[in-house]
């Protein structure tokens, strides 16, 4: 008796083990299976099963230790399990270490993606003849195009849902900087988000608690256990967030040089043709912009400061602001004004909003110097809750920091390096970065007045300007920023602002 109800049991367990599967959509046992020790019961299981079932995580550990490739279901019970709680830190710590040694197939990379994006919720639009669009930065300093690029892009004829994030390390953050505007309100739910760029045509907002939560428990992972400087992570990471925006078309300004995440331009290549091709399959017109980021985007860095010259780059000016450096209003040098006209050129085209990249910028050049985009600014902030005669009585003052203090250039000659690191870590310590994700930033303090690389200088005559909190920290920032700059008989060679466009492009002077 004991025996025939032993056996019953186990073909009841065997034929459910069978129809679950089909039921829930999973692949079957056969097609799900990795191809090694990893596979086990776990990888043929549904997803919600996944979650309650004691999950044989360590043989998908192992099997990507060994360089094996998982299956997309895999993947996907991965981190829907992951995003469930029932994955503990240290499994899921050895596993993106796995990752980080062994790398993952394209097919992997895609199913984190899509399993990362679907974690949470995705944001829908009405139907609109608008398409959507968006920008993003692998990050650097002074790296503020979002904030001009946002409203021309809207008065464009486009929808922009920028969901931005913050600084960490030396980089800055676009949140950051829009937090630095008073009233401002960079936190918004979901709804309000669809409504503003519905309305205004932009939103700059920061993710909600309810999308992708699975980066950002993975990522918080990364970022304590050595594992964020890996292509296949880094690519679920920022694609997963993107394709959450639910874009038609997107460019990636990846960044290379002493400042950037990818030190080299052969890496950050890597990485531009790794997110460029993902997202495309993933049905998101992308094109990715190769930049150099050895020195500053612009002439300033630090959160305040670099709205300010974002509102300068936003203004139509009746001369060329490159030529004229004055000291005081840290006018918006013309890489700052390329690069942004170069991300909505190229927007413009992928959406075959304009027939070519020279077109395209000229179209782009012409609605900035209209100055509707500052106009649309001004929208996009009183409808995120600023106080815009607050904010108007910051933005003419020439500093909102106790103490700026000059830094005095040694020697006549041309600048010939200005490194962004340096520059990076300067701020950081002046109180405008992040040491850990708790610390809590001085928005008023930065380096304004950048000269740049290839622009004359007399002996004397400021480099750059410090604003500080206080006297010490002024005077230890103009003695560590001194090292960032070198000054030269004769100019450098001119770097170009793209060093290339993924997929390659018939550039246009772009
Ligand atoms: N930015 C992201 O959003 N994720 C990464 O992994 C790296 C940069």
Redesign the pocket.
Known sequence: MKMKYTVAVLLLFLAAMAVMPALSGCPTAGRDRAHGPGAGIWGCLPARLCQVWPVNFLSLIEAKREGQTLEPAQVKAIVAAFTAGQIPDYQMAAFLMAVYFRGLQPAEVRALTLAMRDSGEVLRFPEDPRPLVDKHS??GIGDKVSLPLSPLLACLGFRVPMIS?RGLGITGGTLDKMDSIPGFQTLLPTGRITEIVQGVGCVMCGQTASMVPADKGL?AL?DVTGT?PSIP??VA??LS?KLAENLDALVIDVKFGCAA?MPTLEKARELARALATLSNECGVNTRALITNMDTPLGRTAGNWLEVKESVACLTPQPASPASRITHHASPSATDLRDLTLACAAHLLVQTGKAPSLDAARQQAADCLASGRPLTKWNEMLAAQGADLAAYERKLALDHTAPVVMGLKAPGSGFVSRCDARIVGEVIRELGGGRLTKDSVLNYDVGVDAILKPGEAVQAGDPLARIHAADRSAAEAACVRLKAAFDISAQPPAAIPLIAETIPAQASGGL
């Open positions: 692998t990050g994030g990522y990364r964020v992570l880094i990471s920022i967030k995440f």
